[in-house]
Nanobody, 116 residues
Framework: QVQLVESGGGLVQPGGSLRLSCAAS????????MGWYRQAPGKQRELVAT???????NYADSVKGRFTIDRDNAKNTVYLQMNSLKPEDTAAYYC??????????WGQGTQVTVSS
C-alpha cells in the first residue's frame, strides 16, 4: 500500500525556519508531481508549492522567495524548506503526490505554528 509519512513540523518563532519532509513508500513516484498544501482553521486548503517529475517548480505568491520545494527520487521524498516564517504561515501542511490519469495520495498532515 502507498503511504506518505510527513515530518518536520513544529513551533517556530517569526523569522525562523523549518524543513518539512514527506517520504513515500509502496511504489515508484518518479513520474508523479509532488507538492505541499496547507489548511488553516476555518479556511480552504490551498496549494503551497509543487515540483513536477521534470523538476519544474511553482509556488503560491504568498510563499514565493521564502519557501523552496525539492525532491529526491532515489528516496521517494519531497521536501519543503520554509524560511522567514510568518504567523500567517501557521497551518496544517499536507504532502500530495499525483499524476494525471493515474490518481494521487495525501499525507497525514503535519502542524506548523509560527508564533512568538
Amino acid at each position: 500500500q502507498v503511504q506518505l509519512v510527513e515530518s518536520g513540523g513544529g513551533l517556530v518563532q517569526p523569522g525562523g525556519s523549518l524543513r518539512l519532509s514527506c517520504a513515500a513508500s509502496g511504489s515508484i513516484f518518479s513520474l508523479y508531481t509532488m507538492g505541499w498544501y496547507r489548511q488553516a482553521p476555518g479556511k480552504q486548503r490551498e496549494l503551497v508549492a509543487t515540483i513536477t517529475s521534470g523538476g519544474s517548480r511553482n509556488y503560491a505568491d504568498s510563499v514565493k522567495g521564502r519557501f523552496t520545494i525539492d525532491r529526491d527520487n532515489a528516496k521517494n521524498t519531497v521536501y519543503l524548506q520554509m524560511n522567514s516564517l510568518k504567523p500567517e504561515d501557521t497551518a496544517a501542511y499536507y504532502c500530495r503526490i499525483s499524476r494525471i490519469g493515474i490518481g494521487g495520495y495525501w499525507g497525514q498532515g503535519t502542524q506548523v505554528t509560527v508564533s512568538s
